[in-house]
């Protein structure tokens, strides 16, 4: 039976009406009459005009009741325990809690039959008598009411309100007593900021820079006699704007651009608080014609280079974090944090001065700023005590500093200032990009505090690189790196579409740019792939989260499309023997080993014969025909030719004989040293290459040429070329 309808309050109607309920102590229950245990003959028990009489008379006090009804309400009102408790017992009010017994189904007083403690709190419950007859029946209680487990901040709302939760100056007077040590970043001219230094120096975008002048950045901004009144007066008095109140570090609501300027402009003396404010983003308004990023943060940009220019801009939703403008007053403290998805911050002081507090974003710090973000830490700790060491940086009017991904910072302002910047994305450190949003999940960072649409832009991102990538263009290993991270993150989300609730699944499908991504568990996958293969690494390697291995050709970095050529005495890396325990090369396949591989002298010749040049129409159809003759044409011309020849033999044993493999790759250069000019306008080169196998055995290995190729070559239109020959022309 539902615990509602077992226990249950005894019903006011059964009174005499003298005895309101202000002339005797209720329970908490008592209000509960509907769940009353009414005796089916109480209608045959209590008079029906017993209310009436009782109205008529209201002023007689209660002992000139008839008696009749009252000894019948009496004997109902008792319970098979009343009998045994002495006649000093508490008054009626007191009894009106009852409780059934789950196995005779008889009801008790719960002041008479319980222990005193909370009728409520009772989930099975037997009487005496039942328990004597069998000991098993057991009393039992409810199970608490499920509360959160997560540590919260504990704030006094009434302080809060008052302004007067903490002293604006108080993490000032702590830092007094703590070790900061002035910073040794790098200070750059302008125009020494860009993509060739980006390229060229190992730590570029690894620890923030300053710009002393803005001279060579490429950047536009207000003049220095811009105000914080001339943005109210641009922007438009009414916007609303978001005001941190610095004392609490919460938001001020209801404040706008008008009412800011009018505070920001008073004297400090005339200010009731601190406040601040850092995320008045302008794009779209007239104020943004007059500033522009700096010209490696547009080069740089995710949003600026791969979210579709029309689909930006007024009326379309997109990622506005690229033009903000701050202002705050003096004292005012910005508490620890990292920009949203580890985004990457340029940050120019137009008036006045910033202080920033730096915390190097390594693993260990990150997992401290992890433990110390959204928990009572946070109002009590500073979080230097928990790091390695914290770095100070001053900026004056006039510098500008690029903070890379990932850096924890606070900021104080020693004075009144007007500073503009903006958050972007880019492709140099994915990886920690991704390790900020694990954080925001994790801290549970509420969605309006993220960036934007991140899921979708990163979609945008992998479809344009897939495309550069199947284009042959060459990407540094630091982005491919990155572009191992981001595919990574992405087929976890094509997973979801796969294999997630419907929710997630959902979820997930919300956040695909439908404009482009057609296919997205095939894209995710694509790029990954060729990511791997362009680094030099196993194409199905499995191992998430893995380091792109760094390869060089000739010496010179990384080549996109460049495979790496493996050792013939090492064929499938690490022994050198070709035999014994190796890495699988292919997901869920082990191909065959061979007992042995031997390469034949690599042949070389040169020698000069007649051949037409290939300029007429028709031509490559005649010089992919490969033979020992020459290709036909006007045998006017003489060709100088370059050969070379590589032949390679494996053989293995196999059951009931053997098996052997010949491979032979055989390249030609052919040059003419005299080239009319009526059929062309330049010397132009011709390589012929033949890949070609002879197998020789009484049982065929569908498998060898996987095994010893790994990927399907492609031309260059992009189509797969398979079979005992192939040949690439280059004019």
Request: contains cysteine.
């Amino acid at each position: 039976m539902a615990r509602g309808k077992r226990r249950a309050t005894r019903s006011n109607t059964r009174k005499p009406p003298e005895r309101t309920p202000e002339l005797e102590p209720l329970s908490p229950l008592s209000t509960r009459s509907s769940l009353t245990p009414v005796p089916v003959q109480d209608e045959e028990l209590v008079p029906a005009s017993l209310p009436e009489q009782a109205l008529e008379e209201e002023s007689e006090p209660m002992q000139e009741i008839p008696v009749e009804p009252v000894l019948m309400t009496s004997e109902e009102d008792t319970c098979p325990a009343c009998k045994t408790l002495p006649q000093s017992q508490p008054n009626a009010g007191s009894k009106e809690n009852w409780i059934r017994c789950d196995a005779c189904r008889t009801w008790y007083h719960w002041i008479c039959a319980g222990n005193g403690g909370d009728v409520d709190a009772i989930d099975k419950w037997y009487c005496k008598p039942c328990v004597l007859e069998k000991p098993s029946r057991t009393i039992t209680l409810k199970p608490p009411a499920r509360k959160s487990s997560r540590k919260r901040t504990q704030l006094d709302y009434a302080i809060l309100n008052s302004g007067m939760e903490s002293d604006p100056s108080r993490w000032l007077r702590v830092i007094q007593s703590k070790l900061i040590k002035d910073d040794e970043f790098k200070r750059l001219k302008g125009s020494d900021v860009g993509i060739e230094w980006l390229e060229n120096d190992e730590d570029a975008m690894k620890e923030p820079i300053v710009i002393v002048s803005p001279e060579g950045l490429g950047m536009k901004m207000p003049d220095e006699n811009f105000t914080v009144s001339d943005v109210a007066d641009i922007v438009g008095h009414e916007t609303p704007v978001e005001v941190i109140d610095v004392a609490s570090q919460s938001n001020c609501p209801g404040w706008t651009l008008g009412r800011w300027a009018e505070y920001y402009n008073k004297e400090p003396s005339a200010r009731d608080k601190v406040r601040n404010v850092i995320s008045l983003e302008i794009s779209g308004t007239s104020l943004a014609d007059q500033v522009l990023p700096p010209r490696l943060v547009r080069e740089l940009d995710w949003v600026d280079k791969f979210w579709p220019s029309t689909r930006r801009g007024k009326g379309h939703a997109y990622p506005k974090v690229q033009l903000y403008c701050l202002m705050g007053v003096a004292s005012a403290w910005t508490d620890w944090h990292v920009d949203f998805a580890g985004s990457s911050v340029y940050y120019h002081i137009l008036r006045g001065s910033k202080v920033f507090y730096f915390i190097r974003p390594t693993p260990a710090n990150l997992a401290a700023y992890e433990r110390w973000s959204g928990t009572e830490l946070q109002s009590n700790v500073w979080l230097g005590d928990m790091v390695d060491e914290v770095v100070k940086v001053t900026l004056h009017p006039g510098n500008t500093m690029i903070i890379p991904t990932g850096w924890i910072h606070a900021v104080h302002t020693p004075l009144d200032s007007l500073v503009f910047g903006g958050n972007f994305l880019h492709s140099y450190n994915v990886s920690t990009q991704l390790k900020v949003i694990d954080i925001e999940k994790a801290t549970r960072v509420p969605k309006k505090f993220r960036f934007p649409y991140f899921t979708k832009l990163c979609w945008y991102v992998a479809d344009k690189y897939l495309r550069d990538i199947k284009a042959k263009e060459e990407f540094s290993s630091r982005v491919l790196e990155s572009l191992e991270a981001l595919s990574s993150f992405l087929v976890s989300e094509a997973r979801t579409m796969e294999r997630g609730t419907e929710a997630a699944k959902r979820d997930a499908k919300d956040q695909l740019p439908v404009d482009r991504v057609k296919d997205a568990p095939a894209l995710a996958r694509e790029l990954r792939w060729r990511v791997r293969i362009a680094a030099g690494t196993t194409s199905d390697d499995e191992e998430l989260g893995s380091s792109v291995k760094k390869v060089t050709v000739n010496g010179h970095g990384n080549v996109n499309g460049v495979k790496r050529k493996r050792s013939p005495t090492e064929p499938r890396g690490g022994d050198g023997t070709g035999v014994g325990t190796t890495r699988v090369q292919f997901r869920n396949f082990q191909p065959k080993r061979w007992d042995t591989v031997e390469d034949l002298p690599k042949e070389e010749e040169k020698r000069t014969t007649k051949a037409s040049y290939p300029g007429e129409v028709g031509w490559q159809q005649r010089w992919t025909k490969w033979g020992d003759e020459t290709p036909g044409g006007d045998p006017g011309w003489q060709a100088l030719v370059e050969r070379k020849r590589e032949v390679t033999v494996k053989v293995r044993k196999i059951e009931g004989g053997l098996e052997r493999q010949r491979i032979e790759r055989v390249l030609e250069k052919w040059e003419w040293s005299d080239v009319p000019t009526d059929k062309a306008a330049e010397k132009e080169d011709v390589e012929m290459k033949l890949d070609s196998e002879e197998d020789s055995s009484r049982k065929m290995d569908v498998n060898s040429n996987v095994e010893e190729e790994g990927e399907p070559e492609e031309d260059a239109q992009g189509t797969h070329v398979n079979g005992p020959a192939a040949m690439a022309v280059v004019a």
